[in-house]
C-alpha cells in the first residue's frame, strides 16, 4: 500500500472522485489531506468521511495566518474532535511568500501547537525560507508534540531534526535533477522517521515533472526514494506505512479497523 501523506484536492483541477479513484488504481490507497484555512479544512473533513481512505488535517497555513481570528480557530478545533482528522495543520512559516508579519504568523504557529496538545494529535509544519525561526519555535513549543516536517526542506539541519525524532516528509522535487541535497537526505534519513507525499498540485515527481501533481504520483517518489535506498517499492512501502501509522495514530486505529 502506498501513502500519500500530503495533498490539496481541493486546490487540483479534476475532481476528487476522480483523483481518489486514479490514486487508488496506482495503489495509493491512504491519501492525507491538507486543510489550509477553515473552509478548506471543513472541506478535508467532508472528503474524508466521504472515501475511507481519506484523511485529514486541520488548519491555517502560514499564507491565510492573517486572516485568522478567534472564532475560525475555534472552527478549527471543534473539527479536531472529528475521527477523521488525524493532525493538526498544516501551519508554520512561510518567509519565501511573505504575506503576513513574521509576528503575526508566529502567533497563529503556537496557536497551532497548543491546540495540536490539547486535541492529542501530530502537528504538520510547512516551512518556507524560515528555518531558523521555525527550528527555535518548535524546540521551545513542541517538545511533546509528534512534528511531521512537510514537503522536508532542511536537509542541511537533518542531524538535528533527527535527533528531534521529527518525521521527514519528502515531496516530489526530491526526483528533481538540482536537488542532490534533498537526495542525499532521503538516503540518510532513519527509516523509521521517512514519509512519502506529492504535495498536489505542485511540485510534480520526475518523470511528469512540469504537468499538475496529483495523488497517483506518488508512485513516482517511491520508486526514486526505493531506488537510492536500494529497497524494491514494497520494502519501502511496508516502511513507510508503519512511520505513517506511528506519526498519525488516529489513522492508524481506522487503518486496523478498516
Ligand atoms: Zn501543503
Not at 495566518?65 to 478545533?77: H, P, R, S, T, V
Not at 488525524?86 to 511573505?98: A, I, K, M, R
Not at 524546540?139 to 528531534?164: N, Q, W, Y
Request: proline share 5%; with cysteine; hydrophobic share 45%.
Amino acid at each position: 500500500m502506498l501513502i500519500d501523506s500530503h495533498t490539496h484536492l481541493d486546490h487540483c483541477k479534476e475532481d476528487a472522485a476522480d483523483l481518489i479513484r486514479e490514486a487508488s488504481a496506482a495503489g495509493v490507497a491512504v491519501i492525507i489531506q491538507s486543510g489550509i484555512d477553515l473552509a478548506s479544512s471543513r472541506y478535508s473533513v467532508d472528503v474524508a468521511e466521504k472515501y475511507p481512505g481519506v484523511f485529514a488535517t486541520v488548519g491555517f497555513h502560514p499564507q491565510e495566518a492573517g486572516n485568522l481570528d478567534d472564532e475560525q480557530m475555534a472552527g478549527i478545533e471543534e473539527l479536531t474532535v472529528n475521527p477523521r482528522v488525524v493532525g493538526v495543520g498544516e501551519t508554520g512559516f512561510d518567509f519565501f511568500h511573505d504575506r503576513w508579519p513574521h509576528e503575526e504568523q508566529e502567533d497563529v504557529f503556537v496557536r497551532h501547537m497548543d491546540l495540536a496538545r490539547r486535541a492529542g494529535l501530530p502537528v504538520v509544519i510547512h516551512t518556507r525560507e524560515a528555518e531558523e525561526r521555525t527550528l527555535s519555535l518548535l524546540a521551545e513549543h513542541a517538545v511533546d508534540l509528534t512534528v511531521i516536517l512537510h514537503c522536508f526542506s532542511l536537509p542541511h539541519r537533518l542531524e538535528e531534526v533527527v535527533a528531534r525524532g521529527y518525521y521527514l516528509s519528502f515531496a516530489g522535487n526530491v526526483t528533481y535533477k538540482n536537488a542532490p541535497d534533498l537526495q542525499a537526505a532521503a538516503l540518510a534519513v532513519p527509516a523509521d522517521l521517512l514519509l512519502l507525499e506529492t504535495d498536489a498540485p505542485w511540485l510534480t515527481p520526475v518523470p511528469l515533472r512540469g504537468r499538475p501533481n496529483r495523488p497517483a504520483l506518488v508512485s513516482h517518489v517511491y520508486d526514486f526514494v526505493a531506488g537510492l535506498r536500494g529497497l524494491t517499492v514494497d520494502e519501502l512501502a511496508v516502511q513507510v506505512e508503519a512511520n505513517v501509522c506511528r506519526a498519525f495514530p488516529r489513522l492508524a486505529g481506522q487503518l486496523r479497523g478498516s
